[in-house]
């Protein structure tokens, strides 16, 4: 089993930055990829960024050049800075980890509005 935890959500303003981090416990060397989603009231859950051990990171078309994913699966730990943050941002974000099975965290709550 493996456990996650985010931390780093909160409110910041339009054109604001946020980093997100989770951190992995337990079964850690059974993980070879790490990542984010995202969930907005009354929308599905998506895909925000991934990273996988030795390979290039994924990002949703819509958020290059905005979000930035970092760490190492291997390691259990994996980041999201945000940058240029805008309301349809807004959303709890999941942090994901894939090693025969998904995990997902708790998920933090980002709020983007004045």
């Known amino acids: 089993q493996v456990q996650l935890v985010e931390s780093g959500g909160g409110l910041v303003q339009p054109g604001g930055s946020l980093r997100l981090s989770c951190s992995a416990s337990?079964?850690?060397?059974?993980?070879?990829?790490m990542g984010w989603f995202r969930q907005a009231p009354g929308k599905q859950r998506e895909l925000v960024a991934s990273?996988?051990?030795?390979?290039?990171?994924y990002y949703a078309d819509s958020l290059k050049g905005r979000f930035t994913i970092s760490g190492d699966s291997a390691k259990g730990a994996v980041y999201l800075q945000m940058v240029s943050l805008k309301p349809e941002d807004t959303a709890v974000y999941y942090c994901?980890?894939?090693?025969?099975?998904?995990?997902w965290g708790q998920g933090t709550q980002v709020t983007v509005s004045s």
């Open positions: 990273i996988i051990s030795g390979g290039t990171p």
């Open positions: 994901w980890a894939f090693g025969s099975t998904n995990y």
């Open positions: 337990g079964r850690i060397s059974s993980l070879d990829r």
